[in-house]
């Protein structure tokens, strides 16, 4: 069995987001899931949850267009 990766404080980890604006603490090693992008790290992962405690403001998913200026 392999260990958690989220079980090592040093390990190296991305803060991702989707189009609902909700992120993710996700090993660095790993392939990033579909609809998924990087907006921060790779970082030891208590530096990833330092950021994601200083920029997720709310956790309620946002409309995917909220943030595109084509809608209308």
Same mark, same amino acid.
């Given at each position: 069995m392999q260990p958690n990766p989220? /079980? /090592?404080p040093q390990q190296d980890c991305l803060v991702l987001i989707n189009a609902?604006?909700?992120y993710s603490l996700w090993p660095a090693f790993r392939a990033l899931p579909a609809g998924w992008r990087?907006?921060?790290g790779p970082r030891p992962q208590a530096?990833?949850?330092n950021w994601?405690? =200083?920029n997720w403001r709310d956790i309620r998913p946002a409309h995917?267009? =909220?943030n595109r200026s /084509?809608?209308?």
């Open positions: 989220f /079980d /090592d609902y604006q909700q990087s907006v921060f530096e990833c949850l994601l405690n =200083a995917p267009t =909220a /084509d809608h209308v």
